[in-house]
């Protein structure tokens, strides 16, 4: 495995963000992934606070627009993550 990974810093001390991406598997706007942790426990504050983490990160990026929002994608840092977390289970 690549120390990469483990040297980087947690994202808002929640994983849950990054995979809403993955088990997606399409870009999401803020408003899907808003969706996707609804029932989670996390705030409001919290997820956008990940975005923001995951995007300067990045773990995710720009990909393009949809309906005139800013669709979001996980960035090949952003998958790596989520298969080590993945293969660590």
Avoid: N
């Amino acid at each position: 495995m690549s120390t990469l990974v483990l040297d980087r810093p947690p994202i808002a001390g929640d994983p849950f963000l990054l995979h809403a991406f993955a088990r997606r598997g399409r870009p999401l706007s803020t408003g899907d992934v808003l969706r996707a942790m609804a029932g989670t426990g996390a705030r409001l504050s919290d997820v956008v606070e990940g975005l923001a983490r995951a995007r300067t990160g990045g773990l995710i990026g720009p990909i393009g627009f949809r309906g005139g929002r800013l669709l979001l994608a996980l960035t090949d840092d952003g998958r790596e993550i989520v298969a080590a977390d993945r293969s660590a289970e």
